[in-house]
C-alpha cells in the first residue's frame, strides 16, 4: 500500500507560504510556487511577504489567491520592522484558520516562530537542526548546498508536490507594455536590436565598476552593431550616467521611475543582459533573456539562475575579469560557448 505523503495527509484546502524577501528571490521561489500549485490545485494558497511583493502575487494569480503584508520584525535582517504592526498581523492570519504554513524564507532561526504564529493547523519548512516531525509538523535541515531554487524544490518534494520543473518564471502583463510605452524610456528602440546593461544593485557593494560596464558595452556595439540601453530605476539614475559618461559609443539611459513589469517588458526586447549581481538577473531568467551575471559578495551556487547555459555568472570580487565578462557576452550573442571553459575547470561557473 502506497504511502500518502504529508500534504495527502493534511486534507490541506487552504496554505499560507511565508517568504519575507526582495523580488530577485522571490523569484527564485516560483518552481516551488509551481509545484505547490500542482499538488494543490483546489486550495487557497496566500503569500505572506514583504508589503512591496503585493505586486509579484498579482503577477502570478495562477499560483497565489492572496497576499499579506508582513510588517517586519526586529530579529529579520534586510527590512524595514514595524514590531507595533505584528500583533494584528498574526490575528489577521489566524482568523483565517489555515489548513497549512509553509516556511520559505531561510533556515528558521526567527521565521519558524513566525510562522508558528499563524496558527495554522499543520506546518512545514526548514530548521538548522536535525529534523523534526510529527504528524502536523515536517521541518527538514536547511540544504548545505544546491541553488535556492533547488533547496525549495527538495521540500517540496518531501511534503509530496510533483516535480513541475525548475525554470523561473516571469511573466508578462498588458499593463507592462502600455507603462513602458507611457514612459517613453524605450521610444524609438527596434526590439532585438539592443543590449541592456543594468549596473545598479541593491548595495555598492554588489556592484560592478562602472568604467568595467562601459568598457564591455562599447566592444559589443563595435563587434555587433548593437545600441546600448542602460538600465535602472529612478535611483540607479547617477550610476547610469557615469557608465555613460565612460563610455565612447553612445548609449540610451533609461533609469526611470518605472516598475518591475515595464522594466522587464523592456529587457524582453533586447538581446542580452549584463548586470552586477541583482534582482534583474533573475527577472532576465524568467523571461528567458540571455544574460551575464557579475557577482564578487554573493553566494553564487545558491543564488545564480538554475540555467547555466543561458545565464552566465562569473565571479569577479577583484573587478578585474572584465575580458571574461566580455567573452561570455560574444558567446551568448553569438549562440556559441566560450573556448575552454570546461578545460580550464570553470564550469558551471565562469
Known amino acids: 500500500m502506497k504511502t500518502r505523503t504529508f500534504l495527502q495527509r493534511q486534507g490541506v484546502r487552504s496554505a499560507i507560504v511565508f517568504r519575507a524577501l526582495q523580488l ?71 482568523e483565517q484558520g489555515f489548513d497549512l504554513a509553509l516556511q520559505w524564507h531561510d533556515g528558521g532561526e526567527v521565521s519558524n516562530h513566525i510562522v508558528a504564529g499563524f496558527g495554522a493547523r499543520a506546518m512545514a519548512g526548514f530548521t538548522r ?12 535541515p536547511f540544504p548545505a548546498s544546491g541553488s535556492e531554487s533547488e533547496r525549495l524544490l527538495q521540500l517540496c518534494e518531501h511534503l509530496g508536490a510533483p516535480a513541475v520543473g525548475r525554470r523561473l518564471e516571469f511573466p508578462l502583463l498588458p499593463g507592462d507594455a502600455e507603462e513602458l510605452e507611457a514612459s517613453r524610456v524605450a521610444s524609438g528602440l527596434v526590439p532585438g536590436n539592443f543590449i541592456c546593461i543594468h549596473p545598479g544593485a541593491s548595495t555598492d557593494e554588489q556592484c560592478w565598476p562602472p568604467e568595467r560596464f562601459a568598457r564591455v558595452a562599447d566592444q559589443l556595439h563595435a563587434e555587433f552593431g548593437l545600441s546600448t540601453v542602460l538600465t535602472g530605476w529612478a535611483g540607479d539614475a547617477p550610476m547610469v550616467r557615469t557608465v555613460a559618461d565612460h563610455m565612447r559609443s553612445p548609449a540610451i539611459e533609461a533609469a526611470a521611475p518605472i516598475s518591475n513589469g515595464a522594466m522587464a517588458a523592456l529587457m524582453s526586447r533586447s538581446r542580452l543582459l549584463v548586470c552586477s549581481d541583482t534582482g534583474v538577473s533573475h527577472i ?67
Open 24 to 94: 530577485g528571490d522571490m523569484l527564485c521561489a516560483t518552481p516551488a510556487f509551481r509545484a505547490l500549485r500542482a499538488a494543490l490545485p483546489e486550495a487557497r494558497i496566500v503569500l505572506a511577504g514583504l508589503p512591496d511583493m503585493a505586486q509579484f502575487a498579482q503577477r502570478f494569480p495562477s499560483y497565489l489567491d492572496g497576499f499579506i503584508a508582513f510588517p517586519g520584525h526586529p530579529l529579520l535582517p534586510g527590512q524595514t520592522a514595524r514590531p507595533e504592526e505584528l500583533p494584528g498581523f498574526y490575528a489577521g492570519i489566524r
Open 129 to 140: 537542526g536535525e529534523t523534526a516531525g510529527t504528524s502536523r509538523t515536517l521541518l527538514l
Open 284 to 350: 532576465a531568467a524568467g523571461l528567458g533573456l540571455s544574460s551575464v551575471v557579475v557577482s564578487g559578495k554573493a553566494d553564487i551556487a545558491r543564488w545564480a539562475p538554475p540555467d547555466r547555459l543561458r545565464h552566465r555568472c562569473i565571479w569577479d570580487p577583484a573587478a578585474e575579469r572584465w575580458a571574461v565578462v566580455l567573452e561570455h557576452a560574444r558567446a551568448l550573442l553569438a549562440g556559441t560557448a566560450p573556448s575552454g571553459q570546461r578545460a580550464a575547470g570553470m564550469w558551471p561557473y565562469w
